[in-house]
């Protein structure tokens, strides 16, 4: 499933914490010889860029995301922005090991603004940019950081992608791990919610719109209302780029919840220091 969104700095240690959230290992970057992504997305021999069709975005530019980083083979000048703009959000190493291949269209006529997909490699993505909106960099980054609250809350170790039957959340990247943050967002503000709130899964703007407008101060954004995993990366998005809210509401609430977890906290030091926010 995609999760799409419409309309440098870090210790190792923290290094280590974000690769262990998005599922990969220290060792899959501090020694890259034992990264492998040759498998030759994103370019054909002489270097010319390769192009899929994208149901939303029409024609897309395809780069392999190589162990360092860069970009294979380079892209032009907007593509280079916006891949640096995710790297510095993520930092060299994670963008190295989790991003498989990073590709990017140009539709006016969509309302897409990103989104990440996962591999056939659970512990890899693909993220795909709108350069439409590319921009709006203040728009940009926030929407870079809710994409990255998707690979950080669906990765393996966060969720389980062998099991497809589970007592947590169902989602198409598997189920929701116990002790995962994404579960215990679901059972502190979802939960009450009952059988009135959309599924996991659910993409229709229509009904996430309805929920809304009924729990309107519940949520940062109408798009949040979408689902639960929208949710919490609307709120994370917020989370980082927002002060420490000093209220009571549901939406202060959901910010809390990223400022009582040290992990969270220290990545949005890094971004806000990255960015001079």
Known sequence: MTRRLTATGFSTALVALVLALSGCSLT?????DTVDQSDGFGQYG????????????????????????????????????????????????VAGSVIRDFRVGDSESSDTL????????????????????????????????????????????????EAWSCDTLQLDEGCAEPDSAL??????????YGTDAPDPANADADLAYEFYLDHEEDFVSDYAATNVVEDFAESFMTFVLEPE?????????KLLFFWDRPEYVEIRDHVRSEFDL
Do not use: C, K
């Open 28 to 32: 899959a970057f501090t020694d890259v």
């Open 46 to 93: 002489d270097g010319e860029v390769y192009t899929e069709e994208d149901e939303d975005l029409g024609v897309v530019e395809v780069y392999t995301v190589e162990p360092d980083a860069s970009l294979s083979p380079t892209g032009d000048e907007t593509t280079e922005s916006v891949w640096d703009m995710f790297v510095r959000i993520v930092t060299p190493e």
């Open 114 to 161: 990103a989104y990440v997909l996962q591999t056939d490699d659970p512990q890899q993505w693909t993220l795909v940019v709108n350069l439409a909106y590319a921009s709006d960099e203040d728009l940009l980054l926030s929407t870079l950081i809710h994409e990255y609250a998707h690979i950080l809350s669906l990765s393996p170790g966060q969720t389980d992608p």
């Open 183 to 192: 579960w215990a967002f679901d059972q502190e503000f979802w939960a009450q």
């Open 245 to 253: 809210p000093d209220s009571d509401t549901t939406i202060a609430q």
